[in-house]
């Protein structure tokens, strides 16, 4: 998945806003994971994509100006590279749209339980 | 034509009509009383001539006697029957006179002849025959002639008879001839005869011989008279008393009374009694059908002609209420503030109000038969377009439509219209047109979406402030050795958000002005110090806010601790621009210190440059030049204007048309 290079797994950051992207990236290293990214929209956040493909993925759902995270999300699950969202707003059609299966974190995420969620991902190459 | 003066016309017709009508009815009744009166003449002079050739014939009688004194009954028949057939005349008769002294002989004859069986007779009381009372001279009927009839008076003493005494005195006096008032003839038939009798005296020498009297049949005259045309209903004859003075009889002219049109008077004398003969009738029904049939026709024709002028009047008014019930109606949508288009069930532009019009450069022929929704009016988006379509071909098949419609961008800016397309219905039912009504709601959508953007926001921000927080939290731990710095690093950095927020609160999460984030921020380090900020007023969105509130925090925190804010000389200079042409726009932001310290560049990069360099590009798709120059901190930011424009309520409506437009 990621050349066949070994290392830790990578972990697509999207979000839009800096210093939560840097305390996504925070939790992300210190949990012993590589960051992709963090990238502030849907576009740089699909080139990543495609330039080498994560491992899993960190998604804000909101990212302003009406934009969500949704093409993302969209192209992680094709790849079938698991992510999870974290959102200011627990709503149903959210839900409904991405499917109850995708884990949901609520802004102020919890740390922990992100970490438990990047534990749960395999490293690259294993 | 005014109504008043239509009314006056017609009522000058209406009388015209009725004075022709009366004139109509009086010449039909002038022609008729004419024709009456000459109806009733003819009958009079019948009535004339019956009398005439009677008395003619009296009087002949009386001349034959004259001649012949002594002529017998036969002479009388030979000459009566010799004249030929007499009409009008009953009969006639001769009394001869005889002197007391010769009564004897004349009774001898009378009864010897058969002709009388008592002789001389007078007439009783009772109407009976006794023998004639002693008297100087008798007149008993010695002849007589019946025209009808065969009652014989032989032998009857005239002067005997109470109602005719007088008339043969008068007779016997004055030579001259009379008559008798009305009589009732005694006959044989059922029906009394009324009738008049004239007696002529036979004069010889002087002397008074005998008298002739011959009786007229009044009833048959009568009936003559009224025979002559069936309009005469009546016939009255009046005869007047015995009056001698005035001699020869006289005939008076015929006499109309005015009051009874149909009523014709004739006077006339005869023998010494004034005849007075009234003959009045009606004229027929076919007559007065001619005559109510003209009448009718004259008030038809001129009552029909008033009706026609008022019901031509009362068109015109009507057209004219019409046109004017028009003007008012137009008047009433070109007073209405919101646009009102006419369309034909097609949705094409028949007619428009003033606001429509100057909606649309007031192009009337311009726009009429354009599709509604081709308009430049409208934005030109198909998503826009399509809606408006749509609604026009759901209201021509008989729906009721609303909804908002975006108008094209002026330099009044753009409008959203609340758009109502109504079906309007003809008599029979069929929808003929279609009514488009559009309100400028720009302001109340402008409200609604500012509400709900501020709830976006505050959503948004509230939950995102306190990741941000621990974020700050987190990084600052990270950075600072002692537990005071922290604190001091936190504390000021939670109060500088806390600071925008406020800001941002007061403006509604709308945005800010980038002046007055300036000025707040710099506040705690002022100081005394000399500041300059140059720069117009902009207003910057809240994301844009909080990024310079923090990164002014950061570089004013930088420059009381170490730079040009650390020493009283030291100066700061901020000013921002535009740069860049329209489609690519830059906000230019410039912090320069000036007469501070020596600058030197440190050894690590702390969170705050961290923050104030990544924050900017990150957030804002921005730029950071953070120079550490010897002569003082210069701190160069470039933002692309799109990134921090304040949104507006339409920009946000046109995302949300779109949206719906694709779902």
Same mark, same amino acid.
């Given at each position: 998945?990621?050349?066949?290079?070994?290392?830790?797994?990578?972990?697509?950051?999207?979000?839009?806003?800096?210093?939560?992207?840097?305390?996504?990236?925070?939790?992300?290293?210190?949990? #012993?994971?590589?960051?992709?990214?963090?990238?502030?929209?849907?576009?740089?956040?699909?080139?990543?994509?495609?330039?080498?493909?994560?491992?899993?993925?960190?998604?804000?759902?909101?990212?302003?100006?009406?934009?969500?995270?949704?093409?993302?999300?969209?192209?992680?699950?094709?790849? #079938?590279?698991?992510?999870?969202?974290?959102?200011?707003?627990?709503?149903?059609?959210?839900?409904?749209?991405?499917?109850?299966?995708?884990?949901?974190?609520?802004?102020?995420?919890?740390?922990?339980?992100?970490?438990?969620?990047?534990?749960?991902?395999?490293?690259?190459?294993? | 034509?005014?109504?008043?003066?239509?009314?006056?016309?017609?009522?000058?017709?209406?009388?015209?009509?009725?004075?022709?009508?009366?004139?109509?009815?009086?010449?039909?009744?002038?022609?008729?009383?004419?024709?009456?009166?000459?109806?009733?003449?003819?009958?009079?002079?019948?009535?004339?001539?019956?009398?005439?050739?009677?008395?003619?014939?009296?009087?002949?009688?009386?001349?034959? &006697?004259?001649?012949?004194?002594?002529?017998?009954?036969?002479?009388?028949?030979?000459?009566?029957?010799?004249?030929?057939?007499?009409?009008?005349?009953?009969?006639?008769?001769?009394?001869?006179?005889?002197?007391?002294?010769?009564?004897? +002989?004349?009774?001898?004859?009378?009864?010897?002849?058969?002709?009388?069986?008592?002789?001389?007779?007078?007439?009783?009381?009772?109407?009976?025959?006794?023998?004639?009372?002693?008297?100087?001279?008798?007149?008993?009927?010695?002849?007589?002639?019946?025209?009808?009839?065969?009652?014989?008076? &032989?032998?009857?003493?005239?002067?005997?008879?109470?109602?005719?005494?007088?008339?043969?005195?008068?007779?016997?006096?004055?030579?001259?001839?009379?008559?008798?008032?009305?009589?009732?003839?005694?006959?044989?038939?059922?029906?009394?005869?009324?009738?008049?009798?004239?007696?002529?005296?036979?004069?010889?020498?002087?002397?008074?011989? @005998?008298?002739?009297? @011959?009786?007229?049949?009044?009833?048959?005259?009568?009936?003559?008279?009224?025979?002559?045309?069936?309009?005469?209903?009546?016939?009255?004859?009046?005869?007047?008393?015995?009056?001698?003075?005035?001699?020869?009889?006289?005939?008076?002219?015929?006499?109309?009374?005015?009051?009874?049109?149909?009523?014709?008077?004739?006077?006339?004398?005869?023998? +010494?009694?004034?005849?007075?003969?009234?003959?009045?009738?009606?004229?027929?029904?076919?007559? &007065?059908?001619?005559?109510?049939?003209?009448?009718?026709?004259?008030?038809?024709?001129?009552?029909?002609?008033?009706?026609?002028?008022?019901? &031509?009047?009362?068109?015109?008014?009507? +057209?004219?209420?019409?046109?004017?019930?028009?003007?008012?109606?137009?008047?009433?949508?070109?007073?209405?503030?919101?646009?009102?288009? !006419?369309?034909?069930?097609?949705?094409?532009?028949?007619?428009?109000?003033?606001?429509?019009?100057?909606?649309?450069?007031?192009?009337?022929?311009?726009?009429?038969?354009?599709?509604?929704?081709?308009?430049?009016?409208?934005?030109?988006?198909?998503?826009?377009?399509?809606?408006?379509?749509?609604?026009?071909?759901?209201?021509?098949?008989?729906?009721?439509?609303?909804? $908002?419609?975006?108008?094209?961008?002026?330099?009044?800016?753009?409008?959203?219209?609340?758009?109502?397309?109504?079906?309007?219905?003809?008599?029979?039912?069929?929808?003929?047109?279609?009514?488009?009504?559009?309100?400028?709601?720009?302001?109340?959508?402008?409200?609604?979406?500012?509400?709900?953007?501020? !709830?976006?926001?505050?959503?948004?921000? !509230?939950?995102?402030?306190?990741?941000?927080?621990?974020?700050?939290?987190?990084?600052?731990?990270?950075?600072?050795?002692?537990?005071?710095?922290?604190?001091?690093?936190?504390?000021?950095?939670?109060?500088? !958000?806390?600071?925008?927020? $406020?800001?941002?609160?007061?403006?509604?999460?709308? @945005?800010? $002005?980038?002046?007055?984030?300036?000025?707040?921020?710099?506040?705690?380090?002022?100081?005394?110090?000399?500041?300059?900020?140059?720069?117009?007023?902009?207003?910057?969105?809240?994301? @844009?806010?909080?990024?310079?509130?923090?990164?002014?925090?950061?570089?004013?925190?930088?420059?009381?601790?170490?730079?040009?804010?650390?020493?009283?000389?030291?100066?700061?200079?901020?000013?921002?621009?535009?740069?860049?042409?329209? $489609?690519?726009?830059?906000?230019?932001?410039?912090?320069?210190?000036?007469?501070?310290?020596?600058?030197?560049?440190?050894?690590?990069?702390?969170?705050?440059?961290?923050?104030?360099?990544?924050?900017?590009?990150?957030?804002?798709?921005?730029?950071?030049?953070?120079?550490?120059?010897?002569?003082?901190?210069?701190?160069?930011?470039?933002?692309?204007?799109?990134?921090?424009?304040?949104?507006?309520?339409?920009?946000?409506?046109?995302?949300?048309?779109?949206?719906?437009?694709?779902?």
């Amino acid at each position: 998945m990621n050349g066949g290079t070994t290392g830790p797994a990578r972990v697509l950051i999207l979000e839009d806003e800096f210093m939560i992207a840097m305390e996504f990236e925070t939790i992300v290293q210190d949990a #012993g994971f590589a960051v992709v990214g963090p990238a502030a929209d849907v576009d740089t956040a699909l080139a990543l994509i495609e330039a080498n493909p994560p491992d899993a993925g960190v998604l804000d759902v909101n990212l302003g100006h009406g934009k969500t995270s949704a093409p993302v999300a969209d192209r992680l699950s094709a790849l #079938g590279v698991p992510y999870i969202l974290c959102t200011g707003y627990q709503t149903d059609d959210l839900v409904q749209r991405y499917g109850e299966n995708v884990p949901m974190l609520q802004k102020p995420v919890d740390t922990v339980r992100l970490v438990e969620f990047l534990r749960t991902i395999e490293p690259a190459g294993q | 034509m005014t109504s008043t003066q239509s009314r006056l016309a017609a009522l000058v017709i209406v009388a015209i009509t009725i004075a022709a009508a009366a004139f109509a009815y009086m010449s039909w009744r002038k022609s008729q009383v004419d024709a009456f009166s000459a109806t009733a003449r003819a009958s009079l002079a019948n009535v004339d001539l019956v009398l005439d050739r009677a008395l003619l014939t009296v009087r002949a009688v009386q001349g034959y &006697y004259v001649a012949n004194p002594d002529a017998n009954e036969e002479g009388l028949v030979s000459f009566v029957e010799g004249m030929g057939p007499v009409s009008g005349l009953r009969a006639l008769a001769f009394y001869r006179r005889v002197p007391d002294a010769e009564r004897a +002989g004349v009774d001898a004859d009378l009864i010897r002849s058969g002709r009388s069986p008592i002789g001389i007779w007078n007439l009783s009381g009772e109407h009976e025959r006794v023998p004639a009372a002693r008297a100087d001279y008798y007149y008993p009927a010695t002849a007589t002639y019946f025209f009808e009839g065969t009652a014989s008076a &032989y032998g009857f003493d005239i002067r005997s008879h109470p109602n005719r005494r007088f008339a043969v005195d008068m007779a016997i006096q004055t030579h001259l001839g009379t008559s008798t008032d009305v009589l009732t003839f005694a006959t044989s038939g059922a029906e009394p005869i009324r009738g008049v009798v004239f007696y002529k005296p036979v004069v010889v020498a002087g002397d008074v011989i @005998g008298i002739v009297s @011959g009786s007229i049949d009044v009833d048959r005259l009568i009936a003559t008279a009224e025979a002559a045309s069936p309009d005469i209903h009546d016939v009255e004859i009046e005869i007047g008393p015995l009056e001698l003075r005035g001699g020869a009889p006289v005939d008076t002219p015929n006499v109309t009374d005015d009051t009874k049109p149909f009523f014709v008077v004739d006077e006339q004398n005869h023998s +010494g009694r004034v005849w007075r003969i009234e003959v009045s009738g009606t004229p027929g029904v076919l007559d &007065y059908a001619r005559g109510y049939g003209l009448m009718t026709l004259v008030l038809l024709a001129g009552l029909g002609a008033a009706a026609a002028l008022i019901g &031509y009047t009362t068109a015109a008014r009507r +057209g004219r209420e019409l046109q004017s019930a028009e003007t008012r109606l137009r008047r009433t949508l070109d007073g209405l503030v919101p646009l009102v288009f !006419m369309t034909d069930p097609a949705g094409q532009v028949v007619g428009a109000n003033r606001a429509a019009l100057e909606s649309v450069g007031n192009d009337e022929t311009g726009i009429t038969g354009q599709p509604i929704d081709k308009l430049p009016l409208w934005e030109d988006d198909a998503a826009n377009r399509d809606a408006l379509h749509v609604a026009i071909v759901r209201a021509a098949a008989g729906e009721e439509r609303r909804l $908002d419609v975006l108008s094209s961008e002026t330099e009044l800016g753009q409008s959203v219209y609340d758009v109502a397309v109504r079906p309007v219905a003809a008599e029979n039912g069929e929808i003929s047109h279609l009514v488009v009504s559009a309100l400028d709601v720009s302001e109340r959508v402008e409200a609604a979406e500012t509400e709900r953007l501020l !709830m976006r926001e505050l959503d948004h921000r !509230m939950k995102n402030t306190l990741q941000v927080v621990q974020g700050v939290v987190r990084r600052t731990a990270h950075s600072h050795e002692t537990v005071d710095s922290f604190e001091n690093a936190l504390l000021g950095r939670i109060t500088t !958000m806390a600071r925008a927020h $406020d800001l941002l609160a007061r403006e509604r999460w709308l @945005g800010a $002005d980038l002046r007055t984030v300036v000025l707040q921020e710099l506040q705690p380090f002022e100081q005394g110090h000399s500041i300059t900020v140059t720069g117009s007023p902009i207003r910057i969105n809240p994301k @844009g806010a909080l990024a310079f509130a923090l990164a002014i925090h950061e570089l004013g925190t930088n420059a009381i601790k170490y730079g040009a804010l650390s020493v009283p000389e030291g100066r700061l200079a901020i000013d921002w621009s535009f740069d860049g042409d329209d $489609d690519d726009r830059r906000l230019v932001f410039h912090w320069r210190e000036t007469n501070g310290p020596k600058v030197l560049v440190p050894e690590r990069r702390g969170f705050g440059s961290l923050l104030l360099e990544r924050s900017i590009t990150y957030d804002l798709d921005g730029k950071t030049d953070l120079e550490f120059a010897p002569e003082g901190v210069a701190c160069r930011i470039e933002i692309p204007w799109e990134r921090i424009r304040p949104m507006t309520a339409s920009i946000h409506f046109r995302e949300r048309l779109a949206e719906g437009a694709k779902s």
